[in-house]
């Protein structure tokens, strides 16, 4: 992360996606150690380490927190204590607009939301392996467009993939994930340049 705290720090990495993306501004906000709460987002110094961290407190202890990134699949390994100088997330900044980081009860409903969500997208990743095969005779051909740097893939008038911003690849839209999987349209359909406009079945 680069970091300038006084005003914010930009995160980058995947431990906390549908809560943070790459190249979101976070607002830290000291607070006394022992107000911070399960549910809350907190940034901390790991021990031996100078780039912070930023996961959701999962855990009280006497003097420490137990946390979790909301997209990882297990709590951290090390407890954090107060010489780690966590502070709270409380705000980001996304294209110009700021929005509240929930912390407490609704912190804690909306790690629940996710770690759901994760774990739906992995049964919809496993039926779509076995299913994909039987249906790759019924499945439509898809065209390729990119507009402004985004690249989009339509079957017929509906989006079923899109680029992703930070360049890692295709992320399919729910349904579609039976039809194809993001490994085979990276290798299909790199996107081409700006305006550009293919077909392939």
């Not at 992360?1 to 431990?15: E, V």
């Not at 930070?166 to 579609?176: A, K, N, Q, Y």
């Not at 039976?178 to 990276?186: I, K, P, Q, T």
Request: net charge positive.
């Amino acid at each position: 992360m680069k970091t300038g705290i006084n005003g914010g720090f930009y995160y980058r990495g995947g431990s906390m996606l549908r809560v943070f993306r790459a190249g979101d501004r976070l607002l830290p906000v000291p607070k006394p150690f022992r107000s911070l709460k399960r549910g809350d987002v907190i940034c901390f110094l790991p021990p031996g380490s100078r780039t912070r961290v930023v996961h959701r407190i999962v855990g009280c202890g006497e003097n420490s927190f137990r946390t979790q990134g909301d997209n990882n699949a297990r709590p951290d390994r090390l407890p954090v204590t107060p010489e780690q100088m966590p502070m709270l997330v409380a705000a980001r900044v996304r294209r110009g607009r700021r929005s509240r980081v929930h912390g407490g009860a609704i912190g804690r409903i909306v790690f629940r939301i996710n770690r759901f969500r994760r774990f739906f997208r992995g049964v919809v990743s496993a039926l779509g392996g076995r299913l994909r095969p039987l249906l790759r005779p019924f499945r439509p051909g898809l065209r390729l467009v990119s507009r402004a740097g985004r690249g989009l893939l339509y079957a017929g008038d509906t989006v079923a993939a899109v680029r992703r911003a930070d360049g890692e690849g295709w992320r399919l839209r729910r349904g579609w994930r039976f039809f194809y999987s993001a490994d085979e349209l990276n290798r299909l359909y790199p996107v081409p340049g700006d305006g550009a406009e293919h077909g392939r079945q």
